[in-house]
């Protein structure tokens, strides 16, 4: 693994303040619940039973294939067996794509014209809400995945209190000009493989961060495709590593900012 860090050090006394989970879910069956509020479908999964971290909880924000895919509610649970509430909304209405759709040929850029930011924003926005307003919470971590990637830095601004602490792993179409708006601390895991979020793109992302003096870190995995925070082989060593290091690494990030 290749890994580039803007703040080093993190030792001792940093693992002991992290909610450790004992391991990144890849099979089994989703324990989490999905619950309508407010007209969006929200995938809820809770703390084991004696959870005590009443102050912090994670928005999960999906890559296109949304809640529906089994590999993110496995990985939206092991977040939660770290004492972490996760709220994942369905950002798609209803409208994620299959998990078969590309090998079968979907016109995808058809069909992010349905899915832009002035219809995903408010989505975030009313999970943001219900996170702080009727859940209690008074710290929200954001995690996000391909397309969900980009919406974790989107909401990490001075103009309004979205996510406090933010995790992101091969962003697609994240824009220089929206990672110029981050306020808050950022941690990125990348994949050396993945040619949404390619060298060229880590190298923008990192040197505006750095300019403006932005606390960040940034990991890049070796053997890494596209997906790998969620979806990976596991029986290839290279990426197995990528997703569970990526796991443990939104893991400490949380649990030292907002700890």
Not at 101 to 116: C, D, F, K, V
Request: proline fraction near 5%; charge should be negative.
């Amino acid at each position: 693994m290749l890994t580039r860090f803007a703040l080093l050090g993190l030792a001792a006394s940093v693992v002991a303040k992290v909610h450790w989970a004992p391991t990144v879910k890849n099979d089994g069956e989703p324990v989490g619940q999905i619950k309508n509020i407010n007209g969006t479908q929200i995938y809820h999964s809770f703390p084991p039973s004696g959870g005590s971290n009443s102050t912090t909880a994670i928005l999960y924000l999906t890559d296109i294939f949304g809640i529906p895919n089994p590999q993110a509610k496995l990985l939206a649970d092991s977040l939660a067996a770290a004492d972490y509430t996760v709220i994942m909304p369905d950002l798609f209405k209803n409208d994620s794509v299959p998990l078969d759709a590309i090998e079968s040929g979907l016109n995808l850029t058809e069909w992010l014209t349905r899915h832009g930011a002035t219809e995903v924003d408010p989505i975030i926005e009313d999970s943001i809400t219900y996170i702080r307003n009727t859940l209690g919470f008074s710290n929200i971590a954001g995690v996000g995945y391909c397309f969900g990637g980009r919406y974790v830095p989107r909401h990490m601004t001075n103009a309004s209190r979205g996510i406090d602490v933010g995790f992101i792993a091969h962003p697609s179409n994240l824009l220089p000009s929206e990672i110029e708006a981050v306020a808050n601390p950022l941690s990125i895991a990348a994949g050396e493989l993945d040619a949404s979020y390619n060298a060229t793109h880590r190298s923008v992302a990192e040197a505006i961060l750095q300019r403006n003096n932005l606390t960040f870190e940034a990991s890049l995995y070796s053997g890494a495709p596209h997906g790998f925070g969620v979806k990976v082989d596991w029986s290839v060593g290279e990426q197995r590593y990528a997703k569970t290091a990526a796991f443990y690494q939104a893991l400490q990030w949380f649990g030292f900012w907002l700890a």
